[in-house]
């Protein structure tokens, strides 16, 4: 059974700093890997997708790897702000199958 | 539109009621998908439809019964829910099925609240 792991489970910093959340799974047979964001008592809202052909993603100050053999992926926020306060979620999608696996989410607070 | 509505946003209900939540989308996404989510959790798997058809069941109580009437539309029933089922129930949608890009979108969530 798939297993996905998020470290730290929560992260302060202070705003302008340059950050990297990771995500770690035990079954590397995945279709994809995907990066959410989540404010508190709202719905997800999807940051990058990763197919397993991929290496990394970008999107503005955002940029996910993924190391598939390693089963390892990490995102990056750039220049961080208040506005990125949030918890961020990783989840993995098993091989040509719709279930999709969670980690525990990151708690990131960006002190201005 | 890249939107995924659901409604209501908030329900509060006892043991003894029937209710339903309702998913919408309108990207032609063809999986759609129920999620509970418990505070300071993540989300875990419920039901997925693919092409209107039931995928996966993750095991759920009968007293969660999801339905998919067409494409774009996702209910899941209610009925004689328990206190612990109490949570926020995110509703997903993705292209689904063969190689696709199947990033997925969430809806906003219904909070439940059973007394």
């Known amino acids: 059974k798939q297993e996905v792991t998020q470290i730290p489970a929560a992260l302060s910093v202070p705003e302008g700093e340059n950050l990297v959340l990771n995500c770690s799974f035990t079954?590397?047979?995945?279709?994809?890997l995907q990066w959410f964001r989540q404010d508190p008592g709202k719905g997800l809202t999807s940051l990058l997708l990763?197919?397993?052909?991929?290496r990394e993603q970008t999107s503005g100050r955002l940029n996910a790897s993924l190391d598939k053999s390693s089963g390892r992926s990490t995102l990056y926020i750039a220049a961080s702000q208040p506005g990125d306060s949030a918890t961020y979620l990783c989840a993995v999608r098993r091989y040509n199958n719709n279930d999709m696996r969670f980690g525990a989410g990151t708690r990131l607070t960006v002190k201005p | 539109d890249t939107e995924v509505t659901q409604t209501p946003k908030h329900l509060v209900m006892g043991m003894t009621n029937k209710k339903s939540l309702k998913c919408e989308q309108h990207?032609?996404?063809?999986?759609m998908y129920w999620y509970k989510q418990k505070a300071k959790k993540p989300p875990e798997l419920m039901f997925v439809?693919?092409?209107?058809?039931l995928s996966i069941n993750e095991s759920v109580p009968s007293r969660f019964s999801p339905e998919c009437p067409n494409s774009s539309l996702l209910n899941l029933h209610l009925h004689a829910l328990q206190p612990e089922d109490s949570a926020l129930y995110l509703c997903?949608?993705?292209w689904g099925g063969g190689p696709s890009y199947n990033e997925q979108f969430f809806g906003p969530g219904t909070r439940l609240t059973v007394l």
């Open positions: 990207m032609g996404h063809r999986a």
């Open positions: 439809y693919s092409y209107e058809k």
């Open positions: 079954d590397s047979a995945i279709y994809n």
């Open positions: 997903a949608s993705s």
């Open positions: 990763i197919q397993s052909s991929q």
